[in-house]
Structures are given as structure tokens and as C-alpha cells.
């Protein structure tokens, strides 16, 4: 009778284990690329017109793939069901032309006090089943002048925070309202403003990206998740200027998100917020090192637009070089309004932190505490707490060390 006791205590583990971390409620394994319905080479001209007619004819199930070459264009639409894959040393560059992503107004390439004036590079929009494959690379051009202009796009970028004005540049690849999208192999450079965002996306697979991208780019986020649910971001290796991953809900709720097997280079941070207004939660990122990454671990925002963010689990990460290792901060940028945040059940697991850093836990008031849970946490010697209005259970230890997380941290990553 020892045996059948021993299988119900094993499958009992598995279902708490299970259930146990909020997560992608859908099985992901590594996505495979879909078959082509066509293969186009590079001219030297535009090639905006080309790929847009091919992915329109392109049967649902298939894939458009670019070959070996430098492909130039502006915005182009993946409709439902087709995707666009991108041969090794293959790059697709995105049009330094302002005037072919502007959506009306003309404003796209300058500033105004709006933002929103560009189409992404690519737009997935009410679609299922797209998506973006492929060792080839996606490049932005972030650093090149706009035509018509003596300026780059983060030239312009930086501007707009002297100026106090709004920068109108293109997204990457920005993904809304659909469902079952995937971002496979693909290398994505160089984005004039965030890298990838999806918004009201259930069914999103980011998998084995590459997002390469200098420090110094204003606003390039990586991977934004927003009002968005049942999301893998797994396997990417992402270094960027700004945060290299930010979960927000400004628009709807953010809910069933996996992050695991990643490495962030130089950025910002593994973010969550600003905007939290309409909830984020089962969330957990697993198997993750930071080198280099500002605030790390980081959850931000504001009464302006807060909402409460839980449930949200941290498992096996080593941060490096961060000044700011785990941030947790509910008065972002001091802005206010009336939607208070609540930063609840918020639980670190096994991490080492090995540089010294300030660590901040800073809750709206004392009937609303900040609430995390701490177990295996090792940080270094020398490091700074800033907390207020915040409950701990358990405690950390000043006792790690060590000049690298090792890259990656485990050999699964890539
Ligand atoms: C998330 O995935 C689960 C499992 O596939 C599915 O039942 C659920 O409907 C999905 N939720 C959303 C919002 O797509
Ligand atoms: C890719 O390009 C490099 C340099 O141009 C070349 O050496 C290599 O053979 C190419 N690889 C493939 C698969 O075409
Ligand atoms: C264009 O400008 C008008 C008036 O300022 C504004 O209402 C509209 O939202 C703008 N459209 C875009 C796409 O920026
Ligand atoms: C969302 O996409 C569906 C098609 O999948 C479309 O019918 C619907 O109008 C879209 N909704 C919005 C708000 O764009
Ligand atoms: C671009 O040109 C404007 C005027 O045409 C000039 O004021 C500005 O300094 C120039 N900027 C750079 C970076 O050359
Ligand atoms: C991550 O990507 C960078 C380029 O962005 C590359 O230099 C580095 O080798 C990659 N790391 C791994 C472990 O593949
Ligand atoms: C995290 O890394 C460990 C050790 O390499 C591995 O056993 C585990 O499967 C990884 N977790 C995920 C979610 O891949
Ligand atoms: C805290 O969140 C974890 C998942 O991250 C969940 O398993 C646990 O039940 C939650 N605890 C409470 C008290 O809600
Ligand atoms: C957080 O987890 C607890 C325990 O599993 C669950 O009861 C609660 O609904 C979760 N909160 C959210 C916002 O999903
Ligand atoms: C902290 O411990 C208290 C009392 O055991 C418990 O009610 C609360 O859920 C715990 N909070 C977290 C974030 O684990
Ligand atoms: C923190 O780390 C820096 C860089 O390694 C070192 O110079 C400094 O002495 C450390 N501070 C403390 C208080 O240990």
C-alpha cells in the first residue's frame, strides 16, 4: 500500500505547485515556425508596398518570410492568422521617414503636447493566431536622422523631455486586441520609442527574443504587456534604455503572466506599473538575472493611476550592478489623483542581490501597507533600506557577494 500513497502525496505537491504561483494559465512550449507561402528578396528601393501585398495574400496558418538581405519599409499591418518571419542575416529596417507613419496631423517626427501622432512599424491588430518569427532582425533605426530632418529619432526623444512637449515616434510592434499572437528568435533593435506592446492581448508568447538597444534611449521599454492575460515572456535576452519589461493596466486588467528563463542586460528594470489602474495580478517571474538594471525589481506608481497590484511572486533571481535592486514605490514621479495603489502579497524568493544598493518599500499610509513576504533573500553588505509603511514577513541576509550572476543564470535560458 506504500506505493499509491506515495503517488497521491507526489500528485498532491504537483497541484500545489500548481496553483500555487499566479501564471499564464495556458500550457506553453517552444513555438515552432509556421510554413511559408512565400519568400521575398530584397530590391534596394522601398519595400513597404511588397511585404504588405504579400502578407495580404498570404493564407491564414502561414508566414511571409524576407531572405537574405536588407529589406526597407514603413508601417506594415499582419492580418489574422498570417505571420511575418525573418530569415537569418536577414534585417528588415524600419523608413527614417516621419511622414510615412504619421496617422493625420503631421506630427509625426516632431514635438507636440499630445504624443500619438505615429503607426507603429508593425501593428497585429484583431487578430489571432499572427505572429513575428525568425533569426533575422528587426531594426528601428532609433540612432539614424529622420529624412527631412538633422535629427535622430532619440535625438528628438531627448528634446522632448528639455522642451516639456510630447515626442511623436513609432512603436515597434504593437499588438492590440487579439489573440494567440507569438514573437519568436526574432532580434529587435534600435526602437525610436518602446520595442513591443500588447494591449488587450489574451494569448501572448514571447519566446526567445533578442531586444538590443544602447542605454541611453529615452523611453525604448522592451516587452509591455497592458491590459493583457495569459503572457509567457520566456527564454529573451533583453537590454535596453528603459525598463526591459513593464506589466501595466491603464486600460483593463493585466492578469496570468509568466516570465521565466530571461536575461536583461543594461535597462531599466523588470517592471510593473505605472499605470496599475485597473489591476495586476498571478503574476511570477522565475529564473532571471538583472546585470546592470537600475531600479530591478521594481514596482511603480501613483495615485494618479494606481489600482491594486498582487499576488505577484519573484523566484531565483540575481541581480548585479543595480543602485536600486528592489523598488517598490506607490508615490512614482508624485503624482496624484483618486486612484489609490495597493501593493499586496508581493512575495521574494530565493535572490541574490551581490552589489551593494538602496532597497525601497514605500507604501500610501499606514491602513495601507505594502505587504511582502521574504524567504532565501541574500543581498550585500553595505546596502540601504528605505521603508515606509510596509509589513515584511520574514527577513533578508547580508551575506552575498560575487563579481557576476553567472550568464545566464542557468544553461535552459538560451
Ligand atoms: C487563459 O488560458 C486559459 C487556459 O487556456 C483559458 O481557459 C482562459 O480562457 C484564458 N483567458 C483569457 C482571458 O484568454
Ligand atoms: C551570414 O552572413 C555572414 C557574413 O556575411 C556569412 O559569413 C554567413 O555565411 C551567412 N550565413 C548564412 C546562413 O547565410
Ligand atoms: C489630431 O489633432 C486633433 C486636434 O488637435 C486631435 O483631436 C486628434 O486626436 C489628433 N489625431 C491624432 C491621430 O493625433
Ligand atoms: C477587435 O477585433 C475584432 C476582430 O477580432 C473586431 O471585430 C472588433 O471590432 C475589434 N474591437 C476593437 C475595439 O477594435
Ligand atoms: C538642427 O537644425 C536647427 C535649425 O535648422 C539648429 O538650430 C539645430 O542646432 C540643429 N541641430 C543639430 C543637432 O545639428
Ligand atoms: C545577449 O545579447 C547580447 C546582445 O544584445 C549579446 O552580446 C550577448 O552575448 C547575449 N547573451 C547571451 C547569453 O546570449
Ligand atoms: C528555473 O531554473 C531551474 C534550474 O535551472 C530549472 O530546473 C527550472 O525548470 C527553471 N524554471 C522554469 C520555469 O523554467
Ligand atoms: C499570495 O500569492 C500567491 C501567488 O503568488 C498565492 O499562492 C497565495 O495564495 C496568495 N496569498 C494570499 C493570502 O492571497
Ligand atoms: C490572489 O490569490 C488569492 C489566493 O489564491 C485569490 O483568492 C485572489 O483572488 C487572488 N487575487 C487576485 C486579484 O486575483
Ligand atoms: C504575512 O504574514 C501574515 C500573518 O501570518 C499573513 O496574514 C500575511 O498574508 C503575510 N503576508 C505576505 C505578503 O505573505
Ligand atoms: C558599496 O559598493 C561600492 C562599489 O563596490 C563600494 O565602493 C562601497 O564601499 C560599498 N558601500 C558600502 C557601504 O559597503
Known amino acids: 500500500m506504500k506505493q499509491p500513497f506515495t503517488l497521491a502525496a507526489v500528485f498532491t505537491v504537483l497541484v500545489l505547485l500548481h496553483t500555487g504561483q499566479g501564471r499564464d494559465l495556458r500550457t506553453v512550449t517552444e513555438p515552432k515556425n509556421p510554413p511559408v507561402c512565400t519568400t521575398l528578396k530584397p530590391s534596394s528601393a522601398d519595400e513597404t508596398k511588397i511585404i504588405q501585398d504579400a502578407l495580404h495574400t498570404c493564407a491564414k496558418g502561414k508566414a511571409v518570410a524576407l531572405s537574405s538581405g536588407v529589406f526597407i519599409s514603413g508601417p506594415l499591418v499582419i492580418p489574422s492568422g ?17 511622414k510615412l507613419y504619421d496617422r493625420g496631423n503631421n506630427t509625426c517626427g516632431a514635438l507636440d503636447n ?32 529622420m529624412l527631412g530632418s538633422n535629427i535622430t529619432w532619440w535625438h528628438l526623444a531627448r528634446n522632448a523631455v528639455t522642451a ?12 492590440y486586441n487579439s489573440t494567440d499572437i ?21 494569448g501572448f508568447t514571447v519566446w526567445g527574443i533578442t531586444i538590443n538597444t544602447p542605454g541611453s534611449a529615452l523611453n525604448s521599454d522592451g516587452v ?4 493583457s492575460m495569459n503572457v509567457t515572456i520566456a527564454h529573451c535576452n533583453i537590454s535596453t534604455g528603459d525598463d526591459n519589461i513593464a506589466i501595466s493596466s491603464l486600460h483593463a486588467p493585466s492578469k496570468y503572466i509568466s516570465v521565466y528563463n530571461n536575461y536583461f542586460g543594461h535597462g531599466s528594470s523588470m517592471g510593473i506599473g505605472s499605470g496599475t489602474t ?63 495603489p495597493e501593493f499586496k502579497n508581493i512575495s521574494f524568493n530565493n535572490i541574490r ?10 507604501g500610501v499610509s ?49
Not at 514573437?183 to 494591449?199: A, G, K, M, R, W
Not at 509591455?224 to 491590459?227: M, N
Not at 532565501?376 to 560575487?402: M, Y
Open 353 to 362: 542581490v551581490l552589489t551593494n544598493g538602496t532597497f525601497t518599500l514605500h
Open 278 to 340: 485597473y489591476g495586476v495580478s498571478e503574476v511570477t517571474v522565475t529564473n532571471l538575472t538583472l546585470n546592470n538594471v537600475r531600479y530591478g525589481l521594481y514596482i511603480k506608481s501613483n495615485t494618479l493611476n494606481g489600482g491594486l497590484v498582487t499576488n505577484v511572486t519573484y523566484d531565483n533571481v540575481c541581480i548585479y550592478d543595480s543602485p536600486w535592486p528592489i523598488t517598490l514605490d506607490t508615490r512614482y514621479y508624485h503624482k496624484t489623483g483618486n486612484h489609490t
Open 224 to 227: 509591455d504587456p497592458t491590459g
Open 114 to 145: 499630445y504624443g500619438g501622432g505615429c503607426n507603429p512599424l508593425i501593428t497585429i491588430s484583431g487578430a489571432t493566431g499572427s505572429g513575428i518569427y525568425g533569426k533575422g532582425t528587426i531594426d528601428g533605426r532609433g540612432s539614424s536622422k
Open 82 to 98: 498570417v505571420s511575418l518571419l525573418v530569415e537569418k542575416n536577414t534585417t528588415l529596417r524600419g523608413s527614417t521617414n516621419p
Open 182 to 202: 507569438t514573437l519568436y528568435q526574432i532580434t529587435v533593435v534600435n526602437s525610436p520609442f518602446y520595442h513591443i506592446e500588447s494591449l488587450l492581448t489574451f
Open 366 to 414: 499606514k491602513s495601507n501597507l505594502v505587504q511582502v513576504s521574504m524567504k532565501n533573500v541574500h543581498i550585500s553588505e553595505g546596502s540601504k533600506w528605505s521603508v515606509s509603511n510596509a509589513q515584511i514577513n520574514g527577513t533578508w541576509e547580508e551575506d552575498a557577494s560575487g563579481t557576476s550572476c553567472g550568464i545566464p543564470a542557468n544553461e535552459n535560458i538560451f
Open 164 to 175: 516639456h512637449k510630447q515626442q511623436n515616434n513609432p512603436k515597434m510592434i504593437y499588438i
